[in-house]
């Protein structure tokens, strides 16, 4: 948990980056870590977790600075940020769920080529129930969340931009093996 509640903008800032209610934060973490993150890290080793859990203050804090356009801040709204990366608070459907934005250094350390980022997504989206997946193009990092309703959309900000499936596109279901079968050799 200590990992979880680290943020950047609070050591800087001197918030306090806790939960006003840790029961349903623990509650929404614990499903994020045993479905998502630790599957995830028995596969590809350790996962370094860049931001998760973020307090309302916090993450309102981040969102005002991006707004007002200063580099390194970039938080959405609390509102679209509850059941996402504020765990202890219900979304607008009245949902519980969680979001960690993680990088998988051995997989950045074997595949960095441009796109590479999309043999992983494929990957987890066979194999773990995530809810949506967001990737970024620094070491591949990316957003992995867990939640009650998942959507299971996968996006990106890394190149090719944009959606790469999410429910009615004729690629989300099925296997995806053709886009991910080198990682499988690359990690046994």
């Known amino acids: 948990?200590?990992?979880?509640?680290?943020?950047?903008?609070?050591?800087?800032?001197?918030?306090?980056?806790?939960?006003?209610?840790?029961?349903?934060?623990?509650?929404?973490?614990?499903?994020?870590?045993?479905?998502?993150?630790?599957?995830?890290?028995?596969?590809f080793g350790?996962?370094?977790?860049?931001?998760?859990?973020?307090?309302?203050?916090?993450?309102?804090?981040?969102?005002?600075?991006?707004?007002?356009?200063k580099k390194g801040y970039t938080c959405a709204k609390n509102e679209d940020n509850y059941a996402g990366h504020i765990w202890d608070e219900l979304d607008a459907s009245g949902q519980m769920g969680a979001t960690a934005c993680v990088i998988v250094p051995s997989f950045w350390d074997s595949f960095q080529q441009d796109g590479d980022w999309r043999k992983l997504a494929w990957w987890i989206h066979d194999h773990l129930p995530h809810a949506g997946l967001y990737f970024f193009p620094t070491y591949w990092a990316f957003n992995i969340s867990w939640h009650e309703k998942p959507v299971r959309s996968i996006r990106s900000y890394a190149s090719p931009l944009g959606t790469l499936t999410a429910p009615g596109m004729s690629n989300s279901d099925g296997s995806h093996e053709a886009e991910w079968t080198g990682i499988e050799i690359a990690f046994r």
Not at 14 to 41: M, S, W, Y
Not at 46 to 69: L, T
């Open 46 to 69: 350790r996962v370094a977790i860049r931001s998760a859990f973020r307090s309302k203050e916090v993450n309102g804090f981040g969102n005002e600075m991006q707004r007002a356009k």
């Open 1 to 43: 948990m200590r990992d979880f509640l680290f943020s950047d903008i609070a050591s800087i800032h001197g918030f306090n980056n806790v939960p006003d209610n840790p029961d349903r934060a623990i509650a929404a973490g614990t499903k994020l870590c045993k479905e998502l993150l630790e599957p995830l890290q028995d596969r």
